[in-house]
C-alpha cells in the first residue's frame, strides 16, 4: 500500500479502521448516550452525580439549550410557536451531514443517473418529510409527523395508545402506508423503493457514510446472523405492537398494560436508541454503514421477505465477471455479490437494498439491477413476432 | 486416484472444482509457487489503487477449500517423470499423481534492452502478486515514470502509477494504441481519455535502452525515436508468454510448441497429462492452433481439462470470442470478429459527437455481423453473439441494437442520435 501524502494517509487511517476511526467512533457513541440518555442533574451533589453530570448531563444541558436558543421559531405570545430542543438539533446536524455527504455523491457518480436519483430523491425527502414537515406541523400546533417513517421503523406510529394525539387521517395514513403501500411498492421494485430511495437511515449511510460502506462484515458467519438478527426483532416488533393492541382493548387496569409499558419502554431504550442511534451510526468508523438496516431494522426484514417474492433481481452477464471482487468489498450489506457472478446465477438477497453500487464498481459491467423477472431483453411484440424477430 | 495440478490460477482452480463435482472421490492437490491460495489476477490494479486489500483478491473464501477436499501445496514443480507418474518440488519433496494437469499460466514478455545488466532496481512488470509488491515498494521513490506497452495491462499500470501521482509516459510501438483489438478511430478515443486523464502517451516508438544511478536504480530510457526519458520506473507490458521453461528441462517433457501442445480434449502429448489456460497451445480438430491468454478461455478450459481428468470426454470449442475491460473510464465491449480482419473489411460506425461513445458493427461478406465493437456504454454480449450466430444482417441489427444495450437504470444513451459512417475497417475513404 502506498500513500504518500498525510492527508492519503489519514483518509486511509479513518477509512479502515486505523486510530482515527476508533477515535471517530468513540466521539460519535458518546454523542449518542448524551443524546438519548443525558438527564439534567441540576446541582450535583455526590462525586458519582459530579462524575455523570460532567459525563453528559452538562452537555445534554447545553444541546438543550442551543437547540432552544437557536431552533426555535415564532414567539409564544403569537400562539404560534415551536420549541426547540437537542432534538431539533440532532435533526438538523443529520440533515446537513446528508446534505454534505449527498453533494461529494453527486460530484462522485455525475456519470451514474441512478446514483443521482436516488441520491436527489433521499435528500429531497429528508429536508422535506424528515425535517421541515415536522418543525412545520408543530409550528401551527399540529402532531408532529413524519411521513417518510412507516411502522415497524417507527413503531409508535400503530401504538393505540398514540392514536388519539395522531388523530384519524395520520393513523389511517400509518396503516396504509405501512400495510398496503410497503409490501406493494416491495413487489414492483424491491425494497429499493424504501432502503435506498426514501428512508433517513439508509439516506445517512449511503451519503455520509460513503467512506465506510466497504467495512461491512463478508462472509457465511456475518450472514447466518443477519437472518437471526433482523427477523428476531421484526418478531419483537410485531410482537409488541400486538401487547399494545390487546391493552387498549383490554379493561384498563389488568396486568396486560403493565406489560405494555414495559416493552415500549424496553424497545424505546435498546431497539431504537440502542441499536438504531448509538450502534447503527456510531458504529459507521469500525463496522461499515447500515449495521442498523442489515442486522436490526424491522421494516427491512419485512421489505426483505417482499423482495423475495418481487419482481427486483440482480441480473449477471454471463461468463464476463473477471473475480476481481470489487462488488462484493463495495456492497453495505456484506453480501458476496461476486460468489453469484462468478457463477453465473441472477440473484435476489433480502438484505440487499438496491443501493446498485455493486453496479457502479464492477469494471466489467457484470450487474444490473432490474425489476423484471423475464431475463431475455426482446419483447414480444405482435410486429416481432410478424417479422420473426422475436427469435 | 490423485488428480495433482500445477498451477492455482483461474485455469487450476476452475479443473479442480470441476472435477471435484464430477467425482467426489478424487484426491485433489493443487500447486504453486506463487500464493497459498487462489486470487484474481485481472485485479492487481485494484490492489494497487488501494481499492482491495490482498485478501479481497481471493474469489473464495478460505473454507472453501477443506471444504472442498483440495489440498494445497506451495512450491514450484522443477521436475516430471510421467513414467513414474511423479514430479518434484524445488525442496526436493516428489507428489505421485494417477492424473496431471498443467496450468501454469503465462509470464511477462520481456524486452531486448541495452543496459539492462547494470539495472538492479526499478525495471517492473505487472502480472504476479510479487510485481506488485515491487510496483508498491517503488512508487513512493518515483516522479517519473514510463510504461511500454500497448496492450490492456500496459494501461491498467499507467493508470494505477498515474493514481498514485507519479507522472507517467506510455510509450507505444505502434502507430496507434492497442492495434490487435481496436481500430483508429476508437484507438484515438481511448487515447485522447489517456491525454486528458493526465497520461503522456507516446506512439510509434519503442525503448531500446536504459541507464541507471549509481544506486543501480533506473534513471532514464532512451527510445528508437530518439528521445530521452528521465524516469525512475519502467515498466514492460508488451504481451505475455506461456510458463513452459521449467518443462523444457524436465524429464519427460509433454511436447512443447510456443505452449504446452494439447488436442481439443486438452490432452497434451503424455498420457493423462492434460494442460489448460494462458499455457495451452490449443490444436483443433480443424487443424487450428492458439493461444488464448484471457480469463474467460482459461476458466472455460480449466471447466474441460477438470472433466477430462476426473473420466470425462468433453472436447474444448473454442467459443464466439467476447472480451470487455475499462479503459481509463471508458467501458469496452467486444464480440466476435474484430480488428484481425482484412482491412477492407466493410464497418458501420456509429459515434456520439464529441463524446467517447461509440458502436462498430462488423460486416461479413453477405452483409451479416460478424463483429462488435462498443465503446462508452455497456452491451448484453450475449445477445450480441445470438446475432452473430444467426447471422443477422447489419442493417437489421442496427434497427435493433437498443435491445442489447445494458445501461444503469435511467441511462438514456440516443441510440437513434449518432453520427453513422460506413467505413473499412482500417484506414482507407469512407465508402458507401
Ligand atoms: C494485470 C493483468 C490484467 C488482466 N486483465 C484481464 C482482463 O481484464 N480480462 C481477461 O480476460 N484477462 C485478463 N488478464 C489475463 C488473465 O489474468 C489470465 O488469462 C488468467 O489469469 C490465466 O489463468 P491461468 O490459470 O491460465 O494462469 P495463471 O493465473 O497465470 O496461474 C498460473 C499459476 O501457476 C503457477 N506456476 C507456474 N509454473 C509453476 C511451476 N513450475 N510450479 C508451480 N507453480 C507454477 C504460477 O505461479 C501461477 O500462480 C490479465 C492479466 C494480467 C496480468
Ligand atoms: S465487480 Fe464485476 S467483475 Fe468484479 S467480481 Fe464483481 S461482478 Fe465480477
Redesign the pocket.
Known amino acids: 500500500m502506498i500513500r504518500q501524502t498525510i492527508g492519503g494517509r489519514l483518509a486511509h487511517d479513518i477509512r479502515n479502521r486505523g486510530l482515527t476511526a476508533w477515535l471517530l467512533f468513540g466521539l460519535l457513541s458518546g454523542f449518542y448516550v448524551v443524546l438519548y440518555f443525558g438527564v439534567d442533574y441540576g446541582h450535583p451533589q455526590t462525586g458519582v452525580e459530579r462524575a455523570q453530570a460532567w459525563l453528559y448531563g452538562t452537555f445534554t444541558v447545553h444541546l438543550d439549550a442551543f437547540g432552544a436558543q437557536w431552533l426555535s421559531f415564532g414567539s409564544a405570545e403569537s400562539g404560534l410557536s415551536y420549541a426547540g430542543n437537542r432534538w431539533t438539533l440532532y435533526a438538523l446536524l443529520y440533515t446537513l451531514a446528508m446534505l454534505v455527504g449527498g453533494a461529494w455523491m453527486f460530484h462522485r457518480y455525475r456519470h451514474n443517473p441512478y446514483q443521482m436519483v436516488r441520491t436527489f430523491s433521499v435528500l429531497f425527502l429528508q429536508v422535506s418529510f424528515a425535517f421541515s414537515v415536522p418543525i412545520l406541523l408543530k409550528f401551527f400546533g399540529h402532531p408532529e409527523y413524519y411521513f417518510s417513517y412507516l411502522w415497524p421503523l417507527k413503531i409508535e406510529y400503530l401504538d393505540p395508545a398514540h392514536f388519539e394525539y395522531f388523530g384519524e387521517i395520520l393513523v389511517l395514513y400509518a396503516f396504509f402506508a405501512s400495510l398496503v403501500l410497503t409490501p406493494l411498492l416491495g413487489l414492483l421494485w424491491g425494497k429499493r423503493w424504501y432502503c435506498s430511495w426514501v428512508c433517513g437511515c439508509g439516506g445517512l449511510a449511503n451519503t455520509a457514510g460513503e467512506p465506510w460502506r466497504h467495512l461491512s462484515q463478508k462472509g457465511s458467519t456475518a450472514w447466518r446472523f443477519e437472518k437471526f438478527a433482523v427477523h428476531g426483532v421484526l418478531l419483537i416488533a410485531v410482537a409488541s405492537t400486538a401487547l399494545w393492541f390487546a391493552s387498549a382493548l383490554l379493561p384498563e387496569g389488568s396486568a396486560v398494560g403493565g406489560w405494555a409499558e414495559g416493552t415500549r419502554r424496553w424497545y424505546g431504550l435498546v431497539v431504537v436508541a440502542g441499536l438504531s442511534g448509538a450502534v447503527g451510526t456510531g458504529l459507521y468508523p469500525i463496522g461499515g454503514t447500515r449495521i442498523w438496516c442489515r442486522y436490526f431494522c424491522p421494516m427491512a426484514a419485512i421489505l426483505g421477505l417482499v423482495q423475495k417474492a418481487g419482481r427486483f433481481r440482480i441480473r449477471v452477464k454471463r461468463n464476463m465477471c473477471?473475480s476481481c471482487g470489487l462488488c462484493s468489498k463495495y456492497c453495505e450489506m456484506g453480501i458476496d455479490v461476486r460468489a453469484y457472478a462468478q457463477a453465473n446465477r441472477d440473484f435476489v438477497r433480502a438484505s440487499c437494498v438496491g443501493c446498485g453500487l455493486c453496479a457502479e464498481v464492477c469494471p466489467?459491467g457484470v450487474l444490473r439491477l432490474e425489476n423484471v423477472r423475464r431475463r431475455d431483453p426482446q419483447e414480444l411484440t405482435l410486429d416481432s413476432l410478424a417479422d420473426g424477430s422475436w427469435r | 486416484m490423485h488428480l495433482l495440478i500445477?498451477?492455482?490460477?483461474?485455469?487450476?482452480v476452475t479443473a479442480a472444482m470441476t472435477a471435484r463435482k464430477r467425482d467426489v472421490s478424487l484426491e485433489i492437490t493443487l500447486?504453486?509457487?506463487?500464493?497459498d491460495y487462489f486470487f484474481s489476477?485481472?485485479a492487481?490494479?485494484y490492489a494497487f489503487l488501494d481499492r482491495l486489500s490482498r485478501r479481497d483478491l481471493e474469489p473464495y473464501e478460505r473454507k472453501v477449500w477443506d471444504r472442498q477436499g483440495i489440498r494445497r501445496v506451495r512450491?514450484?514443480?522443477?521436475d516430471l517423470d510421467a513414467e513414474g507418474r511423479t514430479v518434484t518440488l524445488d525442496g526436493g519433496a516428489t507428489l505421485a499423481w494417477d492424473r496431471l494437469i498443467l496450468?501454469?499460466?503465462?509470464g511477462p514478455r520481456m524486452l531486448p534492452l541495452e543496459g539492462l545488466d547494470e539495472i538492479r532496481e526499478g525495471v517492473v512488470h505487472?502480472?504476479?502478486l510479487a510485481d506488485l509488491d515491487r510496483c508498491e515498494a517503488l512508487t513512493p521513490s518515483t516522479q517519473r515514470a514510463v510504461v511500454v506497452g500497448g496492450g490492456?495491462?500496459g494501461i491498467?499500470l499507467a493508470e494505477c502509477l498515474h493514481h498514485h501521482g507519479v507522472a507517467v509516459t506510455l510509450v507505444l510501438r505502434d502507430d496507434r494504441y492497442w492495434p490487435t483489438a481496436l481500430p483508429a478511430e476508437e484507438s484515438a478515443m481511448v487515447v485522447a481519455r489517456m491525454r486528458e486523464h493526465g497520461i503522456e502517451v507516446i506512439a510509434g516508438d519503442t525503448a531500446f535502452a536504459v541507464a541507471a544511478d549509481e544506486a543501480g536504480r533506473v534513471r532514464e530510457v532512451r527510445t528508437h525515436g530518439g528521445r530521452v526519458l528521465p524516469c525512475e520506473m519502467l515498466g514492460v507490458c508488451i504481451g505475455?508468454e506461456p510458463?513452459i521453461e521449467?518443462l523444457r528441462t524436465v524429464r519427460t517433457a509433454p511436447a512443447l510448441g510456443r505452449g504446452v501442445l494439447v488436442d481439443d480434449h486438452l490432452r497434451t502429448s503424455l498420457p493423462d497429462v492434460y494442460a489448460?489456460?494462458?499455457?495451452a497451445e490449443v490444436e483443433s480438430a480443424e487443424g487450428e492452433r492458439f493461444i488464448e491468454?484471457?480469463?474467460?478461455?482459461?476458466r472455460a478450459q480449466?471447466e474441460v481439462a477438470g472433466e477430462n481428468a476426473a473420466g470425462g470426454t468433453r472436447a474444448y470449442r473454442r467459443p464466439i470470442f467476447y472480451?470487455s475491460?475499462m479503459l481509463i473510464d471508458i467501458p469496452y465491449t467486444t464480440v466476435g470478429r474484430s480488428a484481425d480482419l482484412p482491412p477492407e473489411t466493410p464497418t458501420l460506425l456509429r459515434r456520439a459527437p464529441g463524446r467517447p461513445l461509440s458502436q462498430r458493427l462488423l460486416e461479413g461478406p453477405g452483409g451479416e455481423l460478424i463483429g462488435f465493437i462498443g465503446l462508452g456504454s455497456d452491451w448484453d454480449h450475449e445477445l450480441l453473439e445470438r446475432w452473430i450466430r444467426e447471422q443477422r444482417p447489419v442493417a437489421w441489427v442496427r434497427d435493433h441494437l437498443h435491445r442489447a444495450r445494458y445501461d444503469v437504470e435511467f441511462r438514456n444513451v440516443r441510440l437513434d442520435r449518432m453520427d453513422e459512417v460506413r467505413v473499412p475497417l482500417h484506414g482507407g475513404e469512407v465508402s458507401t
Do not use: H, K, P, Q
Open positions: 473477471i466489467r | 500445477i498451477g492455482n490460477g483461474v485455469a487450476g500447486v504453486s509457487d506463487e500464493s489476477r485481472t492487481l490494479m512450491g514450484r514443480v522443477v496450468a501454469t499460466g503465462a505487472f502480472v504476479t490492456l495491462i491498467e505475455v510458463r521449467a489448460c489456460g494462458d499455457c491468454t484471457i480469463w474467460y478461455s482459461a480449466g472480451n475491460a
